[in-house]
């Protein structure tokens, strides 16, 4: 994702646990391994799993439940939405630009690459 | 059951001129898992030993329940401290086998879970039979885990666990105890110096420096606000212009600071300068480390 490292930058790019947790469940369901309508781990299961604190699991887990990938069934558990996973890929695609075209040209400016030549060398990759 | 809790007030601990903890105010609540965090001398263990009336502070009180926990049995009996073993123990437990040690500590822990300490002594593969005397490091803070756990004690604090322990043996503590805390709702203080394998274990972080608390945050929501800024001097400097800058590195033209946002602040990286989210172990060196210049 990230262009070379420069001076007096640290050395490890971290992302917060609980969005790792939250971005994990929407991979998996975009990957058919949690299908709609199913169950996905429980909080506690999930700290286990990962050794972390169950609130740092429920905080990746709400984070979905606000985006309506998932919802609650009381006293049962956390279940994917129906139409979860498009939902997802529409997300995803509205992030893309941000995310990686935007890093993308950023890098590109600082090794002075003009806009004209990313084009023309994106389309000789595709 | 919600309002039940540890507070500190204004504790002072000196020894002869030395100021061990400087007016530390502290709550600490039901069902969470906290990290202390701080420098060799900080003064944790000290910390631990007053809030758990083991070491008499020399101002201030600890209450729990709203009780003063100061010989208290009633008080006393929720709240559980297993000290560092180490082999020369001035407390003349050193000469214990572990078996008898595990024993002593029965008797004195009310709501002792005998099976839970036979199944984790199983697990570390502890020889019963051995002295404590003779026990390798890392053995010894397996049976302060132990005594940890099967205290089943409201509020446990355990001071450097993982001391000595291999790799697989501290993730294996780590399971072990979200698994007694998701059971139980227990309330655990641990302090360590293997910061960032831990981090995700902590609920919340709190920070001792010289004796002093500098910061008691929720684990995550500290990291979110954390951020190093680095790049050409002048750009970092306009960037994070008006804001408090902890641990600055110079290197030529090239600087490096950290900064904790407020709420609805926010850093965009460009292409001069570099905005990166940091681990606990990072901004705890930012927070407590020495400068380099």
């Known amino acids: ?126 | 059951m919600n309002e039940e809790k540890l507070i500190c007030r204004d504790i002072v601990k000196t020894y002869g001129k030395k100021d061990v903890l400087d007016h530390v105010n502290l709550e600490l609540e039901k069902g969470k898992i906290y990290g202390l965090i701080g420098r060799n001398g900080a003064g944790k263990t000290t910390l631990l030993s007053i809030l758990s009336a083991q070491n008499p502070a020399t101002r201030g009180t600890v209450t729990y329940n709203g009780m003063p926990v100061w010989e208290n049995r009633e008080a006393l009996d929720h709240i559980c401290f297993s000290r560092e073993l180490n082999p020369i123990g001035s407390q003349g437990q050193s000469n214990l086998k572990v078996k008898e040690y595990l024993q002593a500590a029965s008797i004195v822990m009310p709501n002792w879970d005998n099976e839970l300490a036979k199944h984790l002594v199983e697990k570390f593969e502890l020889d019963e039979k051995k002295k404590i005397v003779k026990l390798s490091k890392g053995m010894m803070s397996m049976v302060t885990i132990i005594c940890a756990l099967a205290s089943k004690a409201d509020y446990t604090f355990l001071d450097e666990p993982v001391a000595g322990l291999d790799v697989v043996m501290r993730e294996y503590f780590y399971r072990v105890l979200l698994d007694e805390f998701a059971d139980s709702g227990r309330t655990f203080v641990i302090s360590t110096h293997i910061i960032e394998e831990a981090s995700d274990v902590f609920e919340e972080v709190i920070m001792l420096d010289k004796g002093k608390i500098i910061l008691k945050e929720n684990t995550q929501e500290l990291l979110d606000r954390s951020r190093h800024i680095s790049g050409k001097a002048e750009e970092v400097d306009a960037m994070t212009a008006g804001m408090k800058t902890f641990h600055v590195e110079k290197m030529g033209r090239s600087k490096g600071v950290t900064v904790l946002l407020e709420p609805g602040q926010e850093l965009k990286q460009t292409a001069d300068v570099s905005v990166q989210q940091m681990n606990l172990q990072q901004v705890f060196v930012a927070l407590c480390g020495k400068e380099v210049e």
Do not use: C, H, W
């Not at chain 1, 990230?2 to 991979?27: A, F, H, P, V, W």
């Not at chain 1, 075209?101 to 990313?118: D, N, P």
């Open chain 1, 1 to 126: 994702m990230k262009g070379d490292e420069r001076m007096n930058e640290i050395l490890t790019q971290e992302k917060s646990i609980y969005l790792q947790i939250s971005e994990m469940i929407e991979n998996d369901i975009l990957r058919d391994i949690i299908l709609e309508e199913e169950k996905v781990p429980s909080t506690n299961e999930l700290a286990k799993l990962y050794a972390i604190n169950p609130a740092t699991a429920a905080k990746g887990i709400n984070i979905l439940v606000d985006s309506g990938v998932l919802y609650k069934k009381r006293g049962i558990g956390m279940f994917v939405a129906t139409g979860a996973k498009e939902e997802i890929k529409k997300r995803k695609q509205a992030e893309f630009a941000d995310k990686y075209i935007k890093t993308l040209l950023m890098e590109a400016e600082s090794i002075g690459i003009t806009k004209e030549e990313l084009i023309r060398m994106i389309k000789q990759s595709v």
